[in-house]
């Protein structure tokens, strides 16, 4: 008994408890309201244990880092907070590894303040200290004691020089030399010379030997007497520094000890306050402000404003006692959720920013920039999969510091100049949790290829891409309601949110179902702007409607040139009359407009062994789901007919005029109804299209599409002209999954179309042939045989 869908039955039954308009509705507060997600994301925040970030996969909006990042944020508003500032400091053991300080939230900014206020107090006390009476006489009092020394020194060389008859003369070079004084009668005074060989004539040789003998004793003493004044001028310079820094130690010791005070439980800032100390009494000229006007000199000379010098000497020379600070929570009560929308290597790690100056290129810890991984910790970053490893060595540093605990700012500027200076900056500890956002492919290949990503992601939140009618609907509402609020759009009324929940409906493919929010909030907005435009007070379902045929339009170029090649005649489709061997089966296209078709499929049958032969598989044009449908319809046959004879058949089986790749096995319950009617010689009813899957037992199989497979085939027979005996055979399963368009369900209810669900293959032939199936499969069987006893004859 051949069985056809009402008109009732295509319709969606919509909850009736609807309100009149979305005023009545509170805004829906988070997309995301699915208990599975919600409870996954939940566990992800609670537990603060190591590798417990989370992927989200399924969540399909445009916005969905910014819906995550709002979640989050209510998700976490009471819970405490534990915030670091991060500080880069100049480390004075070992210039190129800049130390980290970290400070409680807000206390960076302070230790910066107070760190430059204690520059200035030195800067004051220093200079004050170094003009005091008392150091003054100290310094005097050692000068004094060298000077003694010197001058002992030299009057006791000068002597014992004058007793040889030798003199200490200045040489041309800056040095000294002794000679012999003796007098010149040209210049008519006397000279002293050093050269001895030119004293012939006034000595003899033996006495010029004798001579040189003592010149060169005394050179030695000389040479001596230098280096022992150099040694004393050393230990004197020494000595005035050990005085010098023993003097500003009392200086600098009490506001340096006053500041470690304030950080008992800072080991670190203490231990750089201490080695800052050092520094300032060993380079207290910076301090004194002589080396600012050679800096100043100098820079001048490179030209420059003396405003813009004195800023640049004032930073140069005191740099060093700089706080650099990273990252500052000042003010900040609550968890960061941070979104990093371009997730690069220096993005996330950070990165030391370079000057460039003549050539050379250089930078220091003032240069550090920390990047989003430092500023999330404390709380969450919030990254996208496929943004995340398109960039270079973005993913290796995500999971080392989730590894580690610690990221690392790396130097990895490409050296342009000649010269470049490498900082490595110690690790910053962090503490933050990853919420990567995703789809089930990447989570495989990652699962799959990298054994770190699920130690390190344990919590998968994944949405459903389906809500339920009844409570979807609610969500529905909710949602409208929050679109309008946020876009300043006319409310909704009760017609509109019916054609909204329709639509979501079809997009879902499914009548119990709706599509996922995100995908309904573009005609949301189109029906609201339509409505606003015309200066109405609600958006009616007419409103609703117009948006959903002008995005249809936009986007269905490709559905109607397809269906015009159709309607002229340029493929060969029938929609009435009867053919042995073709029918009309349905092709489903999903890219960026999803539509349905009919295409002819042919089967032609002979005497042979080959079995069935796909046209598409021979030419390389179906893939591997197809192909496993032609062979589940060999295995039906055989099943069917081949238990009491072997079946020597040739089948030759083609989609005609299809050029591109075909996939998937909904049109093999229609291949094997064209088969069938070639066996028996019996003709198929063209205003008939079919869709279904089927196995090797006979039994119709679901499929997917079906409303667009349906509305296809309609749009072709309402273009040539209704009949009344059109229609679509479509698996039984698939009749929950209807939700067809209201031309399509009025044709229905006029008796123009009709839609028979069926569970076997033998209701389906039945329907396509008028005839019952006992009759269609003794011709089959009596068809087999003579291609048997023709085979036998031939051999």
């Given at each position: ?399 080392r510091t989730l590894k580690t605990g610690e990221v690392k700012i790396e130097d990895i500027y490409e050296n342009i100049g000649v010269l470049s200076s490498v900082l490595d900056p110690q690790p910053i500890p962090v503490k933050l949790k990853v919420i990567m956002l995703g789809d089930e492919y990447a989570y ?179 893939k591997k789901i197809h192909n496993k449908g032609v062979f589940t319809i060999e295995g039906y046959l055989r099943h069917k007919f081949g238990q009491d004879m072997p079946l020597s058949v040739h089948i030759n089986l083609a989609f005609e005029q299809l050029y591109n790749y075909l996939d998937g096995d909904s ?36 499929i997917g599409g079906v409303n667009e497979k349906i509305e296809g085939f309609f749009d072709i027979c309402k273009a040539r002209g209704l009949t009344g005996e059109q229609g679509v055979i479509i698996p039984e399963q698939n009749v929950n999954d209807l939700v067809l368009k209201k031309e399509v369900v009025k ?49």
């Amino acid at each position: 008994m051949v069985k056809e869908l009402k008109a009732e039955e295509l319709k969606l039954h919509i909850p009736k408890d609807l309100p009149e308009t979305t005023k009545e509705v509170e805004p829906l507060e988070s997309i995301v309201s699915q208990e599975r997600v919600l409870d996954a994301i939940k566990s992800g925040i609670d537990i603060e244990e190591k590798g417990f970030n989370i992927y989200i996969s399924g969540l399909n909006s445009p916005d969905r880092l910014n819906i995550v990042k709002e979640l989050v944020e209510k998700l976490t508003q009471d819970k405490e907070s534990k915030l670091y500032d991060f500080c880069y400091v100049y480390n004075f053991k070992n210039p190129e590894e800049p130390r980290i300080l970290i400070f409680p939230a807000g206390e960076g900014k302070k230790f910066k303040e107070r760190m430059d206020n204690l520059v200035e107090i030195l800067k004051k006390d220093i200079r004050k200290a170094l003009t005091d009476s008392v150091y003054e006489k100290k310094i005097s009092g050692l000068r004094s004691e060298l000077n003694s020394k010197i001058m002992e020194l030299e009057a006791n060389l000068k002597n014992e020089v004058s007793s040889f008859g030798f003199v200490i003369v200045s040489t041309q070079t800056g040095g000294f030399d002794v000679g012999i004084p003796i007098m010149n009668n040209n210049i008519g005074r006397q000279v002293v010379e050093t050269k001895l060989d030119r004293l012939k004539g006034i000595y003899s040789e033996e006495e010029i030997k004798n001579l040189k003998n003592t010149q060169n004793e005394l050179r030695r003493k000389l040479k001596k007497v230098g280096k022992q004044i150099m040694y004393l001028k050393e230990e004197y310079a020494k000595k005035e520094r050990e005085v010098k820094k023993e003097w500003l130690f009392t200086v600098v010791e009490s506001p340096i000890e006053a500041l470690k005070q304030l950080y008992p439980d800072n080991e670190k800032v203490k231990e750089h306050l201490e080695e800052m100390k050092e520094d300032v009494v060993t380079y207290s000229s910076s301090f004194e402000g002589t080396s600012q006007q050679n800096v100043m000199g100098l820079l001048g000379l490179m030209g420059g404003s003396s405003g813009n010098i004195s800023s640049v000497v004032e930073s140069e020379t005191f740099g060093v006692y700089d706080v650099n600070i990273v990252v500052d929570n000042s003010g900040k009560k609550r968890r960061p959720v941070i979104v990093e929308t371009n997730p690069s290597f220096l993005n996330l790690n950070g990165k030391i920013e370079k000057i460039s100056s003549q050539g050379i290129v250089h930078s220091d810890f003032r240069k550090i920039k920390a990047g989003s991984i430092a500023k999330s910790s404390g709380g969450y970053l919030i990254v996208d999969v496929y943004d995340l490893l398109r960039k270079p060595k973005a993913w290796e540093v995500l999971k080392r510091t989730l590894k580690t605990g610690e990221v690392k700012i790396e130097d990895i500027y490409e050296n342009i100049g000649v010269l470049s200076s490498v900082l490595d900056p110690q690790p910053i500890p962090v503490k933050l949790k990853v919420i990567m956002l995703g789809d089930e492919y990447a989570y495989y290949v990652l699962s799959q290829y990298d054994e770190d990503f699920k130690e390190l992601f344990k919590i998968k939140a994944q949405f459903d891409p389906e809500l339920d009618l009844e409570k979807g609907t609610k969500n529905y509402v909710s949602f409208a309601a929050k679109v309008v609020k946020e876009k300043e759009l006319p409310p909704i009324d009760k017609t509109g949110l019916e054609a909204i929940i329709e639509y979501g409906a079809r997009l879902a493919g499914r009548r119990e179902k709706l599509a996922e929010l995100t995908k309904i909030e573009e005609v949301i907005v189109e029906a609201g702007t339509l409505a606003k435009k015309g200066k109405k007070d609600v958006v009616t379902r007419k409103d609703v409607e117009k948006a959903i045929e002008a995005k249809t339009k936009r986007h269905s170029l490709y559905m109607e040139k397809y269906q015009e090649v159709i309607n002229k005649g340029l493929k060969l489709i029938e929609t009435d009359g009867e053919k042995i061997g073709q029918i009309n089966g349905l092709v489903y296209y999903d890219a960026d407009f999803a539509f349905g078709a009919p295409i002819k499929i042919t089967a032609v049958t002979s005497v042979g062994r080959n079995g069935i032969v796909s046209i598409e598989k021979e030419t390389g044009l179906s893939k591997k789901i197809h192909n496993k449908g032609v062979f589940t319809i060999e295995g039906y046959l055989r099943h069917k007919f081949g238990q009491d004879m072997p079946l020597s058949v040739h089948i030759n089986l083609a989609f005609e005029q299809l050029y591109n790749y075909l996939d998937g096995d909904s049109a093999s319950s229609t291949e094997l109804y064209a088969i069938l009617s070639s066996l028996a010689g019996a003709p198929i009813k063209q205003g008939i299209a079919v869709t279904g899957s089927v196995n090797q037992f006979g039994e119709i199989q679901p499929i997917g599409g079906v409303n667009e497979k349906i509305e296809g085939f309609f749009d072709i027979c309402k273009a040539r002209g209704l009949t009344g005996e059109q229609g679509v055979i479509i698996p039984e399963q698939n009749v929950n999954d209807l939700v067809l368009k209201k031309e399509v369900v009025k044709a229905v209810e006029e008796g123009k179309f009709h839609i028979y669900p069926v569970k076997r293959i033998e209701e389906g032939i039945e329907i396509l042939t008028g005839k019952p199936f006992e009759e269609i499969a003794t011709k089959v069987k009596e068809k087999l045989k003579t291609y048997l006893n023709a085979m036998k004859n031939s051999e």
